[in-house]
């Protein structure tokens, strides 16, 4: 029935001025806006529906994760531009806050939302 349609992520947050500054400014996507609603434009075509929903609960897993070439690079951008990495109890993560055991470098951090986003590297 679907198999053929264009399907995309839609992500909720507090508020869409916060989000834009962040997804924009902060992480330095490209963003548009049309109908009070806000895309990001990633890498691929693979475009994301922002929504603003005030009361909204952040999700308690990843909703989005960046693929880098070099994990230790982008998480010391994101450190220098403010942002702040997730440590999760049971979890082993260096001092940087990546965690580097089974499968690909991981490092987690959290949109102004909530929204836990995240950023990896394959090995």
Same mark, same amino acid.
């Given at each position: 029935?679907?198999?053929? /349609?264009?399907?995309?992520?839609?992500?909720?947050?507090?508020?869409?001025?916060?989000?834009?500054?962040?997804?924009?400014?902060?992480?330095?996507?490209?963003?548009?806006?049309? $109908?009070?609603?806000?895309?990001? $434009?990633?890498?691929?075509?693979?475009? /994301?529906?922002?929504?603003?929903?005030?009361?909204?609960?952040? &999700?308690?897993?990843?909703?989005?994760?960046?693929?880098?070439?070099?994990?230790?690079?982008?998480?010391? &951008?994101?450190?220098?531009?403010?942002?702040?990495?997730?440590?999760?109890?049971?979890?082993?993560?260096?001092?940087?806050?990546? $965690?580097?055991?089974?499968?690909?470098?991981?490092?987690?951090?959290?949109?102004?939302?909530?929204?836990?986003?995240?950023?990896?590297?394959?090995?």
């Amino acid at each position: 029935m679907f198999a053929d /349609t264009k399907a995309f992520p839609g992500l909720a947050v507090r508020s869409l001025e916060d989000a834009r500054r962040f997804y924009g400014d902060t992480l330095g996507l490209r963003t548009s806006e049309e $109908h009070g609603l806000m895309w990001l $434009h990633l890498a691929g075509g693979r475009d /994301t529906l922002v929504y603003e929903q005030p009361d909204s609960t952040p &999700a308690s897993y990843t909703v989005l994760n960046f693929e880098v070439d070099d994990i230790d690079a982008a998480v010391s &951008a994101l450190t220098e531009r403010g942002v702040r990495l997730e440590r999760y109890d049971g979890m082993e993560q260096d001092d940087a806050g990546v $965690h580097r055991g089974g499968g690909p470098f991981i490092a987690w951090f959290k949109d102004p939302s909530g929204n836990v986003l995240s950023v990896l590297q394959e090995r």
